[in-house]
C-alpha cells in the first residue's frame, strides 16, 4: 500500500532527526504532493528547504502555506526570515495589519520579530527595534525564568572544574573540533568554512557533549556539577566519539553548539588534544543579535537587556577562566577580523585545528551541508562584513543594553 501524507510527512520528519536532510526533503515534497491541501505539511517542506539552503523555494512553501491557513503563524515568520525585503517586494503592511487584528501577544509575537526583521532590511531601524522590543516583551512574559540561576550555574561550573593543562609541544589535534561561543556570534559561518576543507565534516548542533558526559558521570555525591568534575573521562570520550562517528567517517569532526562552552573542561579531560575555537563578536552586537531572534526553548535570558547582560557577563567569565586553564587549546577567533580578511584569518585557523588549508574553503555559498541554525539564511551566500557594528544603526536604542553590559564588567569595546 502507497504511504499517505501523514506517514510521509512522519519519514520526513524522523529523516531529519538522522540529519538526513535530504532524504527528509524527499520525503516532505511526497507529503505535499500526496496531500496539497494540508499546511502543516508545506510549512514543513518550508523549513527544509531553508535548512538546506534553498531560500526561495522556502518562501514559496510558505506561501503555499498561508493560501492554505492564513493563521499560520510560523510561517509568517520564516517567510520573512527567507526573503531580503525591498521597497518593491516586502510584506510591512501584511504584517501591520495582522498586528491590529490580533489581539493575544503571544501570537502576535511571530509577527513582531518578522515586522522588526523586514524593517531592518528596509533600513527603518526605529520602528524595527520597536517591533523587536514589543516581540522580546511578549515572549519574555510567557518564560518563567530567573537569570540568577544561570550565574549560579556557570560559576558553580568554574568552581568544580579546576584542573588546567597544556597541550604537549608537537602533539596532533584531535580529529574532534569544537566550535563555540554565544549564539549569533558568527559560530555558524566558522563551522562553515572549516566543513569546506578536505575530509572534513560538520555534525551541526547536538547534544552528544552533554549526553555523554552524563552517562560517564557518578549517579551520587555531591551536586550535578560535582559528579560532572568526577566524570570517567575516558568512558566519555569513547561515548562521544561513537555517536560523532558512529557511520564510520574517519575523518576531521566539528561539533558546533555554541552551549558546548559550558563544557570546556570536560571535553579537554576527554580529549585533551581537541580544538577549541572560540568565536568572539563585539558584546552589543552579539547582544543584539540574540534580542532580534526569537529562539525555540533555548536562550530564555535573549529577550530583556538586564537577563541579557548579566547572562553575557557570566559566560565572559567562565570562558576566561577555561583560557586561563586551557591557553594552548582555546583559539579565539574575533568575528569581524574573520569577515574583514577571511584569507589571513582562514589559515591560521585550519592549522590549530590540524587540517590544511585551501582558499576554496572561502567559497561558502558551494557548501552545500544542512543548516538548522538561526543562521541558516545568512550562511548561504558568499562572506560579508555588513553585519559588522550593527550596533551604529541602533545606538539610541542600544544604550541601556551597553550601560547595563559595563555595569556587569563587560568591556563594551563597540567594534566597527
Known amino acids: 500500500m502507497a504511504a499517505d501524507g501523514d506517514a510521509w510527512d512522519a519519514f520526513g ?9 535530504q532524504l527528509s526533503n524527499t520525503f516532505y515534497r511526497r507529503a505535499t504532493e500526496t496531500k496539497p ?53 516586502n510584506n510591512v503592511e501584511d504584517l501591520q495589519v495582522r498586528l491590529a487584528q490580533t489581539p ?37 512574559r510567557s518564560l518563567n525564568y530567573d537569570v540568577a540561576q544561570d550565574e549560579l550555574k556557570l560559576r558553580r561550573i568554574a568552581e568544580t572544574f579546576r584542573e588546567g593543562a597544556c597541550r604537549l609541544p608537537g602533539s596532533t589535534p584531535d580529529r574532534h573540533v569544537f566550535v563555540i561561543g554565544m549564539p549569533r556570534s558568527g559560530t555558524t559561518l566558522t563551522e562553515r568554512i572549516l566543513g569546506g576543507l578536505p575530509n572534513v565534516r560538520s555534525n551541526n548542533e547536538t547534544n552528544n557533549v552533554a549526553a555523554a558526559l552524563m552517562r560517564s ?33 574517519a575523518g576531521t569532526i566539528i561539533e558546533k553548539l555554541p552551549f558546548n562552552y559550558l563544557y570546556v573542561g570536560p571535553i579537554l579531560r576527554a580529549f585533551p588534544n581537541a580544538p577549541i575555537v572560540w568565536v568572539r563578536r563585539d558584546p552589543l552586537d552579539t547582544c543584539f543579535a540574540m534580542f532580534r531572534t526569537l529562539f525555540g526553548a533555548a536562550y530564555p535570558f535573549s529577550y530583556s537587556f538586564e537577563d541579557l547582560a548579566r547572562y553575557y557577563a557570566a559566560y565572559e567569565a567562565l570562558m576566561l577562566h577555561w583560557v586561563g586553564l586551557f591557553p ?22 585550519a592549522a590549530f585545528c590540524g587540517l590544511s588549508w585551501t582558499d576554496e574553503a572561502l567559497n561558502i555559498s558551494r557548501n552545500a551541508s544542512a543548516s538548522l541554525t538561526a543562521s541558516a539564511s545568512q550562511v548561504r551566500g558568499n562572506i560579508y562584513s555588513t553585519s559588522v557594528a550593527t550596533w551604529r544603526r541602533y545606538e539610541k536604542n542600544l544604550e541601556p543594553l551597553a550601560r547595563l553590559l559595563s555595569q556587569h564588567g563587560v568591556d563594551v569595546k563597540r567594534v566597527g
Open 217 to 249: 558521570s557518578p549517579t551520587t555525591g555531591g551536586d550535578v556539577f560535582d559528579r560532572a568534575a568526577r566524570a570517567d573521562f575516558a568512558a566519555m570520550a569513547r561515548d562521544y566519539d561513537a555517536m560523532a562517528s558512529g557511520d564510520g567517517f
Open 13 to 21: 520528519f524522523y529523516a531529519r532527526q538522522l540529519d538526513r536532510h
Open 37 to 89: 491541501g494540508d499546511p502543516q505539511f508545506w510549512y514543513n517542506l518550508a523549513t527544509s528547504e531553508r535548512t538546506l539552503g534553498r531560500l526561495a523555494e522556502a518562501a514559496s512553501a510558505c506561501e503555499r502555506a498561508l493560501a492554505l491557513d492564513p493563521e499560520m503563524r510560523a510561517a509568517v515568520l520564516l517567510r520573512s526570515e527567507t526573503i531580503r525585503a525591498t521597497p518593491e517586494a
Open 328 to 349: 594552548d587549546q582555546i583559539l579565539q577567533v574575533q568575528y569581524e577580523a574573520l569577515v574583514a580578511n577571511p584569507a589571513a584569518i582562514g589559515p591560521g585557523l
Open 104 to 140: 493575544d501577544d503571544q501570537a502576535a509575537l511571530f509577527f513582531e520579530y518578522a515586522l522588526g526583521k523586514e524593517l531592518h532590511d528596509l533600513g527603518r531601524y526605529d520602528e524595527a527595534f520597536a517591533a523587536f522590543a514589543r516581540g522580546a516583551s511578549a515572549r519574555r
